[in-house]
DNA sequence: TCGTCGGGA
């Protein structure tokens, strides 16, 4: 390759500084080369003969494609001197020196040496992204830094906006910034807000075409819905115009829960004289890269899930983008050539109303499955609570999670990590789930757990209402089993049996209106956590059985009582003389279940007394999604555990705060006022942004 | 009567 990346000007430069220094935190624009040339350098300078150079990435594609560049750069195959990990996939043997692998599987790594003593270099990519992984990862670095300070490099690659907050949680380690190839983009800022973003939109993709040079445009929009409609909307109006105007055009959709086939089609070329309109969410950010876009269209919105502490409850809503995230867009338009950002809101409110950077997402997260992760590294230096993290989670969040953990078995009492915990860490699940596996152990009914657990974790999605009540109009669709009336849990082991009747036929997938992509992944996750499951279980288990429906449980009781141990944390109980329920916990909500739910009330109408549910969505009214019906007699001793709860034992003791940690708990003398101003101010900020979305949308209306 | 941004083990 003839061209000279930026990076290796600085090569000198960065290898005495990380001679000099345990962390190195380099800014790396895009196009700087640093995801495939800062693991070459430090092999280049000797660091792999001690140890394997470790890169991460938040996302298995790039761990894939980066090891594959690297390996065709240094001349060697891939797997041998380079290779990479990813779920499911290790190309990777004794040979190899420098490995790439996404954040979720060195954070595996960690549970069985949590000193990654066969590292010697661990660079941590794109951390400027704050992945909950990455986030923890950073926290497991500063403690790691200490322990083996004299054979272990660190290097944090970060963005510009963000890079001197990561120094300073380093100690102030050094910033290194390498420029990138990027082209300059021209940012053209609204005079005021949009009073309908979807139109302001239309309005300037149009006017691009009429009157910019050729070149692709990339819209940024909030979600699907949003997508459809601009698709139609840019349709209608492009073949209004007139013939031989302007450019023809090309309207591409890209979103997640568009099938493959149809997401590749934004990486064909456009047809000669034609310009590509791609209406994209926040997926042609980072995960997905266009190429020959020129102009982006950027609203200035994100949808963003979010969980509540305090309720339990996730969110989806829509807020305002943070100017890190404003730069990654407005960089789309660079690639190739000079392009433009078209930016649907006023620089005041860049400069005054975004936040530098998105809120981290172990701040939007229930962090059950964090904790017990960082409680079974079993190293008695690390209390949780004392955990060092870039940005703390909040106390609530803790407390939250300690509870959850309790009522599962997770841990004990004292808040100390219990054997069932530590059994439960080695899954690669969220705890309740991992704890419904251990339980139908216990009961008998393995196969058909690990069903539930791998379709659950796979997120399967059925589209289209698949109640049988009313006339169906697509009749396929009464084909798909219904749960019997015990709920969406037993649904989907029912569907999953339906499909392996069929020796996993995609066809029947489809036909069934189900993804094929996410069937296929559901048995991967399956396959996974028996073979996980078979090394841990000390008894024998029941899986050998298959997966035919046991006629010696066909209530699924057995099941069903495994789902409600595993869900202690998530149990609901009717109301007295309705169809409304009351969650069970710390803090009880009103909760109703979920329209889209299979589960069946009695003669009468009665949806059952109690119900374990999966996740609590607050959208048009707070529902239980995934609901599955269980008995008053299972959940007895659940209640008997929660009156015993006390959160001061289990946080255990909080004498021994840190300073960074009293600053994020708020409960630090010194800091509590600087706490309460900062902290209500960002969810404030979240909520405006939201409401004025909202009030935007139905002002269309 | 409800609708889901994007990642990951």
């Known amino acids: 390759m003839g061209l000279v990346l930026p990076i290796l000007e600085f090569e000198e430069k960065i290898a005495e500084t990380v001679e000099a220094n345990p962390v190195v935190v380099v800014i790396g624009e895009t196009g700087s080369g640093k995801s495939t040339q800062l693991s ?3 092999h280049r300078r000797g660091y792999s003969r001690k140890g394997i150079i470790a890169v991460t990435q938040p996302r298995r594609v790039a761990a894939v494609s980066v090891s594959r560049r690297v390996a065709q750069e240094l001349g060697v195959s891939l797997g041998d001197e380079v290779g990479y990990a990813i779920r499911f996939e290790d190309r990777t043997s004794h040979k190899t020196r420098i490995k790439y692998l996404t954040d979720g599987c060195l954070l595996r790594e960690c549970l069985s040496n949590p000193e990654l003593n066969q590292y010697s270099v661990i660079i941590l990519d794109e951390a400027h992204e704050r992945s909950l992984n990455t986030d923890i990862l950073l926290g497991l670095m500063k403690r790691l830094i200490n322990l083996r300070a004299s054979d272990l490099k660190v290097l944090i690659t970060s963005a510009t906006l963000d890079g001197v907050k990561v120094s300073r949680f380093f100690s102030g380690c050094p910033v290194l910034n390498v420029p990138g190839t990027l082209f300059p983009v021209e940012k053209l800022y609204s005079r005021e807000r949009p009073t309908n973003f979807l139109e302001s939109s239309l309005k300037t993709a149009l006017d691009i075409h009429l009157k910019e040079p050729p070149g692709d445009v990339l819209i940024f929009m909030t979600g699907k819905d949003d997508i459809d409609k601009m698709v139609s ?12 105007s302007c450019l023809d055009a090309l309207v591409l959709p890209l979103h997640g829960s568009l099938p493959p086939e149809m997401q590749v089609r934004v990486f064909s070329q456009a047809p000669p004289n034609c310009r590509r309109f791609i209406v994209a969410t926040n997926i042609a950010e980072t995960s997905l890269t266009v190429d020959g876009v020129v102009y982006v269209i950027d609203s200035g919105y994100v949808k963003q899930r979010q969980y509540n502490p305090l309720t339990g409850m996730y969110s989806l809503d829509v807020v305002q983008i943070s100017r890190v995230q404003a730069e990654q867009r407005a960089g789309r338009a660079g690639r190739t050539r000079p392009g433009k950002c078209y930016r649907l809101y006023p620089s005041s409110i860049y400069q005054e109303e975004f936040l530098d950077a998105s809120v981290p997402e172990i701040q939007r997260s229930s962090l059950a499955a964090t904790i017990l992760h960082l409680k079974s590294f079993n190293i008695q230096d690390i209390n949780i609570l004392n955990f060092d993290f870039l940005d703390p989670p909040s106390r609530e969040s803790l407390e939250d999670a300690l509870r959850q953990l309790y009522l599962i078995d997770a ?32 009961l008998g009914c393995m196969s058909q757990a690990l069903t539930v657990v791998a379709t659950l974790s796979a997120e399967i999605t059925l589209h289209g209402s698949t109640t049988k009540k009313k006339e169906v109009k697509r009749k396929r669709q009464s084909e798909l089993p219904d749960g019997s009336g015990w709920g969406d849990h037993i649904q989907l082991l029912q569907i999953y049996e339906s499909w392996d009747q069929v020796n996993y036929d995609p066809r029947w997938c489809s036909d069934n209106d189900l993804q094929v992509r996410s069937m296929m992944f559901s048995k991967d996750i399956r396959k996974q956590l028996y073979q996980i499951i078979q090394k841990i279980a000390k008894g024998p288990m029941d899986v050998q059985s298959g997966l035919k429906q046991r006629k010696s449980d066909p209530d699924y009781r057995k099941l069903r009582r495994s789902l409600c141990v595993g869900y202690g944390n998530q149990l609901a109980e009717r109301m007295l003389h309705h169809n409304g329920y009351h969650t069970i916990g710390y803090r009880s909500q009103l909760v109703q279940v979920h329209p889209s739910s299979v589960l069946e009330g009695d003669d009468a109408g009665q949806l059952p007394d109690y119900v374990v549910y999966h996740e609590l969505i607050n959208t048009s009214r707070p529902f239980m999604r995934n609901v599955c019906t269980v008995e008053m007699a299972w959940v007895s001793p659940i209640l008997k555990k929660l009156e015993k709860l006390d959160i001061n034992r289990l946080s255990g003791g909080w004498s021994s705060i840190t300073k960074s940690q009293e600053i994020a708990l708020g409960n630090a003398h010194t800091s509590k006022g600087e706490m309460d101003a900062i902290k209500p101010d960002v969810d404030n900020k979240i909520q405006t942004a939201r409401e004025r979305y909202l009030a935007r949308k139905g002002g269309k209306k």
């Not at 100390?416 to 152990?441: C, K």
């Open 411 to 442: 841990i004990d009492d004292d808040g100390q990590i219990t054997n069932m915990g530590r059994a439960m860490s080695e899954l690669p699940l969220e705890p309740s789930l991992a704890r419904t596996l251990f339980e139908a152990n216990e």
């Open 40 to 42: 070459q350098i430090l």
């Open 233 to 244: 909307m840019l349709e209608e109006k492009i073949q209004n115009l007139e013939e031989g």
